[in-house]
């Protein structure tokens, strides 16, 4: 692969507008559950605020600190979770990092699939996945499932 | 083997490779340094002529297979003038060898109230262990602080070794800002308390000319696979009365002098230390490692590799939105900077694109990153065979992924 294709598979545009231009950044001060999470191999952090009312993802923020795929992964996802229950939330948080194994999504995952290149970078799908273990923890009250974790 | 620096880049058969359509520049020998055909070679060899068990049977294979194993010890012992080689222990690499100081020594000697001083500038390998050794034995574990461009503060090194001091532990040359430590006077200051001197010298040996006698350290810690030599091998290396006073950490066979039903004796140092099968390969590689630095000459290899680090030191502070790490000179040929705005992680995928490939991340270092105020940086390292094209290329690297990122 040369350099511009093998950067490109990773870097889509969506996934540099979105590391630039980070969207539901910030703290909630009446958030239902609020999860740290930290990368150990590299250092990367994020702190996820999720407001649930009713069964329903109402508001998500996200701060943190980390590479460009993490920090548009988290921007993403939080697009993506906003509005919905927290079953459908927690089933497009599994059925993404699936999906960053190379598996097929069960659901439509909008911008997120830009991060596919990430399946072909093992290295990578930590940070890609971040933001994700961070939300099955807020939504569930429990540790993800480590298996899950790629 | 063409055994002069100008020309050894063609003794290592990767770096003729190519990474996304472009020759290959390796800048990661901090991590691991590339092999020379010599030390690949001599593998082979040892396999394919004289693999036998060492110490243990008496046919002719099991006598080449132990003559080679000690005289890869007579040859790390030469390198670092060792006045003995059996001061010389394999162990699996610099980790092994700290945590044989920290458990062998240390859990024996540390009594509660004791002091154990380090940096703030260690790998987790030169701290973890001695976190963990006072924590079982009451001891202490103090800091020398840092001056502000990342040096060892004399001044703080002399109010914190003190009486209660009974081992200083410190790398001779940091993996992350690439000071140069003065070993010599912090084990002046170890010696004046009666405390024992432990070096981590994973980046120093196989950059520096080194002489333990000089150093003043009591233990020296080092890995074969950071000077050419094959993963898995490394050396600790003790002064005999030191390593008398330590207690083996792998009890087993090889081992031992006399074992009756209830009891063992120990054998002799170093077999005390190395039970069970010898990572046998490893050390006749190390062993091929170091004649081969030894004929290149480890003077011109310690100049080269600093005039190197001091360029890309400068080259790369020159460059807009560039912060590097560490003191501009003297410095070891190694260089952590951040691009800003732009995480390290991605700075390395950019660069690899290009086919330069360095490391990005805490480098094992997280006191350091939080002396820093950073949570990760990339670092270019350099060895024999990188030359000042490698540096340009870097800066190349530099530039495209500012451009790539739009900043």
């Known amino acids: 692969m040369s350099t511009d294709d093998s950067l490109e598979a990773l870097y889509r545009e969506t996934i540099l507008d979105h590391n630039r231009s980070p969207r539901n950044r910030g703290q909630l001060p009446d958030a239902t559950a609020t999860v740290g999470l930290l990368n150990p191999t590299c250092g990367d952090q994020i702190r996820l605020d999720v407001k649930v009312v009713d069964q329903r993802v109402v508001d998500i923020r996200f701060t943190g600190h980390g590479c460009a795929i993490s920090m548009a992964s988290a921007s993403m996802m939080t697009e993506a979770v906003k509005g919905k229950t927290v079953e459908e939330a927690l089933g497009l948080a599994r059925d993404f990092k699936r999906f960053l194994t190379g598996e097929r999504p069960q659901h439509d995952l909008g911008e997120l699939e830009a991060l596919s290149g990430v399946s072909r970078y093992p290295s990578r799908v930590k940070c890609a996945t971040l933001a994700h273990n961070a939300l099955e923890q807020a939504l569930s009250g429990s540790p993800p499932n480590p298996a899950g974790d790629a | ?407």
């Not at chain 2, 991590?31 to 002529?49: C, D, F, H, M, W």
């Not at chain 2, 480890?298 to 360029?311: K, V």
Request: glycine share 10%; with cysteine.
């Open chain 2, 1 to 407: 083997m063409t055994a002069t620096l100008a020309s050894c880049k063609r003794d290592f058969p990767i770096l003729g490779r190519e990474v996304h359509g472009h020759p290959l520049v390796y800048l990661d020998s901090a991590a691991t340094a590339q092999k020379p055909r010599a030390v690949l070679e001599a593998v082979r060899r040892y396999y394919e002529q004289s693999n036998a068990n060492v110490h243990r049977s008496v046919h002719t294979l099991a006598d080449e297979a132990t003559a080679l194993y000690e005289g890869a010890r007579q040859k790390v012992a030469a390198f670092i003038g060792a006045e003995r080689p059996e001061e010389v222990v394999f162990t699996r690499g610099t980790t092994e060898g700290l945590n044989f100081v920290a458990r062998g020594w240390a859990a024996r000697h540390l009594k509660p109230g004791d002091e154990v001083v380090t940096s703030p500038m260690e790998h987790h390998s030169n701290l973890i262990p001695w976190q963990q050794v006072c924590r079982q034995t009451g001891a202490r574990l103090r800091f020398i602080e840092l001056s502000p461009d990342g040096t060892i503060d004399l001044q703080s090194a002399a109010r914190v070794i003190g009486p209660k001091t009974r081992l200083v532990a410190l790398s001779a040359l940091s993996n992350v800002l690439g000071t140069i430590n003065p070993i010599a006077a912090i084990a002046e200051m170890a010696h004046a308390v009666g405390a024992v001197m432990v070096v981590d010298g994973a980046q120093s040996v196989p950059h520096q000319v080194t002489r333990v006698q000089e150093l003043g350290a009591d233990f020296l810690a080092f890995s074969g696979h950071k000077m050419c030599g094959p993963t898995g091998i490394g050396v600790l290396w003790g002064r005999m009365e030191r390593l008398e006073e330590m207690d083996p950490i792998l009890y087993g066979g090889e081992m031992i002098a006399y074992v009756s039903r209830d009891a063992a004796t120990w054998a002799a140092v170093p077999a005390k230390f190395e039970g069970g099968t010898p990572n046998i390969a490893g050390a006749v590689g190390l062993g091929a490692a170091v004649d081969y630095l030894t004929a290149i000459g480890m003077e011109a290899i310690e100049a080269h590799d600093r005039r190197l680090g001091e360029l890309a030191y400068r080259r790369l502070a020159s460059v807009p939105g560039v912060t590097v790490y560490g003191p501009p000179a003297p410095r070891g040929g190694l260089v952590a900077f951040n691009l800003a705005g732009i995480h390290p992680h991605d700075v390395a995928q950019v660069f690899d694109a290009h086919g330069v490939a360095i490391r990005a991340g805490h480098h094992c270092c997280q006191p350091l990153m939080q002396w820093l105020d950073v949570g990760s940086t990339a670092r270019a390292s350099f060895y024999l065979y990188n030359d000042e094209s490698d540096i340009d290329r870097l800066v190349e690297a530099v530039e495209a992924t500012k451009r790539y990122f739009g900043q």
